[in-house]
């Protein structure tokens, strides 16, 4: 009988720590998260995320909760901001959930609205009768630049063919007021975002042009996370 009331205690206490979570819960919670970054409210992330936790945001850096929970801060006077949760996909087995989601961001400077998506995917745990976030990785989707104004008078300088390496050349044509560039026909508009600086839509990275002593455009620069391809100019 002393047996049966030890196994019915355990079985009980064993039961009372399993608790179940559900997507409209995790998106709650997250929510809530989202909403206490502007005000800098430091207690839920205080308790939804794991003391154990790895946090990897979209600036490149990996914080601990120590470090995490002090980057929570309320914004600075005349800032504003909010965040809303968008395109939830979620994966519930036993003690363990992974919520992948979008974030939509919009922070207000003084009057000036900006904008920002980004992609977060968080795993929970269910430890001692909770659910935590053991493990939250974040990336910031690429957007193109505002587009500026060129200046067609500068085309006759780019204009020319380019080269990186032996059968590796790539074509710079205007048409108009539209500067392309076009490598094993494959062509693309050059769009400006001030009249010496281009990109390409949905290409992150930039590409410019380098002047030689004498005023001449001897080169092209594919410019990629701050690093330079260059493509000399052979006619």
């Known amino acids: 009988m002393k047996l049966a009331l030890v196994t019915f ?27 206490a970054i502007a005000p800098g409210n430091q207690v839920p992330w205080k308790k939804y995320f794991a003391d154990d936790c790895i946090f990897a945001d979209e600036k490149g850096r990996t914080l601990d909760k120590a470090k995490l929970i002090a980057d929570i801060t309320p914004m600075p006077a005349g800032y504003s901001g909010a965040i809303k949760i968008a395109n939830v996909q979620s994966r519930i087995i036993g003690d363990t959930a992974v919520l992948s989601y979008d974030l939509s961001e919009t922070e207000t400077i003084f009057g000036q609205e900006l904008h920002a998506r980004y992609h977060t995917t968080d795993t929970w745990l269910q430890r001692n009768g909770g659910w935590q976030i053991i493990a939250s990785q974040a990336h910031r989707y690429y957007e193109d630049p505002a587009v500026g104004k060129a200046d067609p008078r500068k085309f006759t300088d780019y204009i020319g063919t380019y080269d990186l390496a032996p059968g590796q050349t790539r074509t710079v044509t205007a048409d108009g007021e539209k500067l392309f560039v076009e490598r094993k026909g494959k062509k693309d508009q050059l769009f400006p975002e001030t009249s010496d600086l281009f990109f390409r839509k949905g290409v992150e990275g930039r590409i410019l042009f380098h002047y030689d002593a004498n005023g001449k455009v001897d080169s092209l620069i594919d410019r990629r996370n701050n690093e330079d391809v260059i493509w000399l100019k052979i006619k």
């Open 9 to 35: 205690f355990v079985t009980t206490l064993a039961h009372a720590t399993d608790v179940p979570i559900t997507q409209d819960e995790l998106v709650r919670r997250t929510q809530q998260l989202c909403d």
